[in-house]
Every structure is written in structure tokens, then in C-alpha cells.
């Protein structure tokens, strides 16, 4: 009776003998015979469990240096919207202006520009710009990016501004529309060139233009500039598209299509009066 | 029934060396010590030492440590654990410290004991590793107090269930 109780209570001991001839017989062939059996059942598990592991030390490295992705992605967003400006330069052919600030200078130089950033990208198409009335902006200035319409200031803070851009439900402006081919840079009378006046409307996901001469030869393509008394001047908002051919109706509709994506823009300027 | 069981158990043994691996690599967290400390005395004998020596060869092939060395790791702890209760009964306030005792060696004798065996060296421990095995030893002992928790709330409502039966 006495032995089963000291078996259970002393059981590890047992144990240890049985580690020992493991041990050794790991020096033996026998540790090939284990090692191939348990790798062949195994193996797949373990390379899978290390890959996935090895996933989440990368996201956990990528997560613990995020703020440097977000700084680098910034710049590339920077870098973004520098290249399609210069890519609506070649638009509008603005050869001699690679920087922001010398088109600033470019566009009517009696007016000032004031640098601004985005600091928020609403999906009803506002932004927030991080200048207010301590800089002088007002409600009604126009925005721009180059000679790229961005949107009207709405509201002013002390520091900051609410903009509108074209693709909200509150902005609607009168607009031109001129032949892809035409040269903004040259100095013509651009009444000439207007193949149909129109009005555009915002509908948070795109942008309507309406009102449309139904004789005009639009085509898709066609510059769509804005030429409303509420901007003072000129500005290109985009290219015409999917214009409607409805014989019955009065006049044509289409959509434009923005040169910026505006959920990516950094830096927009203020006209200030 | 038997069937299911058995499959089930085969299944928990690919589940559990895939976590072991995982936290492994990821923390260099050892699963399979702190199931040893939670299993023992709390199933038969003859299955303890069944899973410390099948999960013990395992680690050690997969590992590519010296053949025998977890079990002889955990053989040895176990005996350090039987007299620490000596000193710090399993009843008392303070038996996680045991706990932590035993996970804490696990790692520094792991290293010893693979590195004796396999290039017949000490190595070299250094602070930094030993800071990481006191962090890992108190995550470790944090887990094994859930897990008691889990298991004695688990006891409790099932023998409230009695009570309210009569």
C-alpha cells in the first residue's frame, strides 16, 4: 500500500533517469530517426508559424516607425501634387514656372498669395487650410494651386479656414469651356475661343456642368475654366466629360473632371485681396 | 467519442506548437513552460511527463537544441519546485513567486544547458538577457495567475450550479 503513494509523490524522480538516457541517446543515431520524423511532421508548421511571425515583427516594426511613414509620405504627397501641377503646366503650357511661389507671382500680380496648408480633407468637399483671419483671409477668397481652381473660402477662424471646394453641394460657379488644344499662355481674346458657357455644380462625388449650349462642338477633353464674378478671374477647374446626347433636350450636361485629386492636397494658396 | 478526442488532442498539439513557434519568434515568449507549470499536479502523472517529453523532443528537433534538453530542464525545475514549496507552501499568498522562480530558471538554465551539451561551453548571459527573462518571467507568472483565476471561477460557478439545484 505504501509504494504507489511514494511513486505518485516522488514520480518526478523517476523522471530524471528517463531524461538522462534521452540525453544520450541524442549522441546516438537514434536522434537522426527523431530528428527526420518530427521535421517531416512538423516542418511545414513551424515556417509557417515563423513566417507569420516574422509578418508581425515587420508590422510591428512599421507601426513603431510610423511617424517617419507618415513624414515620408507626406513629402511623396508633396511630390505628387508638384508633379501634376507641372503636369497642368504642360496643360495650359506654364513652360517658365516650376515652383509654387513663381506662379504665384505669375497669376495676377496684384494680388498677394498666401501660402497655406491642408489640414483636413472633408468627403462632403470641404478642406480646412491652416490660415485664418490673423492672416488676413477673408470670406470669399479664392483658393488656388497654380493656375488651378481649388475652391472659395467659406468660413474664417482665427487660424484656420473652411474652403468649398467645387465638388460641394454648396458650390456652383459659371464656367467656359475652350478646345483642349488652346494655348492659355498666349495672350488671346479668349471670348473667341469659348465654345460653350455652362454652370457647375457640386454633388460631392463629381462635379455636374450644365446648361451647356446643345450647338456647341464639345468634345471630351475640353478645357472647363471658371469665369465667374465671384472669382474675378480666370482658372482652370478641369476637363469635360461624359457630355450628354440627348437630341430632345435643350441643353447638354456633363461632368468635369478635376486635375487634382483634392483628398491629396498639401499646400493651396489664398488669394488675398 | 474516443475518436473525437483523440483527433481533437492531435489537433491542440499542431495548434500549440504553432503558437509555441510563433511567440517564439515574435517575443521569445515560451507557451510551453507556462502549460508545464499549469499542468503540473493538475493531471495524471503519466500524462505530464508524457507531454513534457514529446513537446521536450519536439522543441529540442525543431529547435536543433541538444536532444533531451527541455525535458531535463523542466525535470530539474520540477525538483526545484518541489523544494521551493517547502519554503513557500502552494497555499500561501506568495506561491506565485515560485512560479516566477521556475519560469525565470527555465530560460537562464535553457540556455545553459543547450550550450553545456551541445558545444560543451557557459555562455555567456548578459544583463540585457537577463532583464528580458525577468520580463518575460512576470508576464509569464501574470499569465498563470489568470489562468488560475479562469479556473477557479470556472470551479466556483459550477458548484454554484449545485446549489441552486437543490
Redesign the interface.
Same mark, same amino acid.
Given at each position: 500500500m505504501r509504494l504507489p503513494n511514494v511513486k505518485g509523490k516522488y514520480s518526478y524522480l523517476f523522471f530524471i533517469p528517463v531524461c538522462v538516457v534521452v540525453i544520450l541517446l541524442g549522441y546516438t543515431s537514434f536522434a537522426n530517426v527523431l530528428n527526420k520524423g518530427f521535421s517531416y511532421i512538423f516542418s511545414p508548421i513551424y515556417r509557417i508559424a515563423l513566417e507569420s511571425g516574422e509578418r508581425v515583427l515587420d508590422w510591428g516594426e512599421a507601426l513603431a516607425g510610423v511617424s517617419s511613414y507618415i513624414e515620408e509620405y507626406k513629402s511623396m504627397q508633396e511630390e505628387i501634387a508638384r508633379l501634376k501641377i507641372e503636369n497642368s503646366e504642360k496643360i495650359i503650357d506654364y513652360e517658365e514656372y516650376e515652383a509654387l511661389k513663381e506662379q504665384e507671382q505669375f497669376l495676377v500680380k496684384d494680388s498677394e498669395y498666401l501660402e497655406a496648408k491642408v489640414l483636413q480633407f472633408n468627403s462632403q468637399g470641404d478642406i480646412i487650410i491652416n490660415v485664418g483671419r490673423k492672416s488676413y483671409v477673408e470670406e470669399g477668397d479664392v483658393v488656388i494651386l497654380g493656375k488651378a481652381f481649388i475652391g472659395r473660402v467659406f468660413d474664417v477662424g482665427e487660424d484656420s479656414s473652411l474652403v468649398k471646394l467645387p465638388l460641394s453641394k454648396a458650390s456652383n460657379f459659371e464656367v467656359i469651356i475652350l478646345d483642349s488644344e488652346v494655348d492659355l499662355n498666349e495672350k488671346n481674346k479668349l471670348d473667341s475661343l469659348v465654345k460653350s458657357k455652362g454652370v457647375v455644380s457640386g454633388t460631392v462625388d463629381s462635379i455636374v456642368i450644365e446648361n451647356l449650349s446643345i450647338n456647341a462642338e464639345l468634345e471630351e477633353g475640353d478645357l472647363v475654366l471658371i469665369r465667374d464674378v465671384r472669382v474675378k478671374d480666370i482658372f482652370l477647374l478641369g476637363t469635360l466629360v461624359n457630355i450628354s446626347k440627348n437630341p430632345a433636350s435643350t441643353y447638354r450636361e456633363g461632368v468635369v473632371l478635376p486635375i487634382f485629386e483634392y483628398s491629396n492636397l498639401l499646400t493651396v494658396f489664398v488669394k488675398v485681396e | 467519442m474516443n475518436i473525437l478526442k483523440t483527433l481533437l488532442y492531435i489537433i491542440s498539439i499542431?495548434i500549440f506548437?504553432? *503558437?509555441?513557434?510563433?511567440?517564439?519568434? $515574435?517575443f521569445g515568449f515560451s507557451l510551453f513552460v507556462i502549460l508545464t507549470i499549469n499542468m503540473w499536479q493538475r493531471v495524471k502523472?503519466i500524462w505530464f511527463?508524457t507531454y513534457?517529453?514529446f513537446f521536450?523532443? *519536439?522543441l529540442? $528537433?525543431?529547435l536543433h537544441t541538444? $536532444?533531451?534538453?527541455h525535458?531535463?530542464v523542466i525535470?530539474?525545475l520540477? *525538483?526545484l519546485l518541489?523544494l521551493l514549496y517547502l519554503f513557500i507552501p502552494k497555499e500561501s499568498n506568495y506561491k506565485y513567486i515560485n512560479v516566477f522562480i521556475f519560469i525565470f530558471l527555465y530560460y537562464i538554465l535553457s540556455l545553459t544547458m543547450n550550450s553545456l *551539451?551541445k558545444e560543451s561551453v557557459f555562455p555567456s548571459i548578459e544583463s540585457k538577457y537577463l532583464l528580458h527573462t525577468v520580463l518575460k518571467g512576470i508576464l509569464s507568472m501574470g499569465i498563470c495567475i489568470l489562468v488560475d483565476k479562469i479556473l477557479l471561477s470556472m470551479r466556483n460557478s459550477k458548484g454554484g450550479g449545485g446549489i441552486r439545484l437543490k
Open positions: - | 499542431f506548437f504553432f *503558437l509555441e513557434s510563433f511567440f517564439m519568434k $515574435v502523472d511527463f513534457i517529453s521536450g523532443i *519536439l529540442d $528537433v525543431m541538444a $536532444v533531451g534538453m525535458m531535463s525535470a530539474i520540477i *525538483l518541489q *551539451l
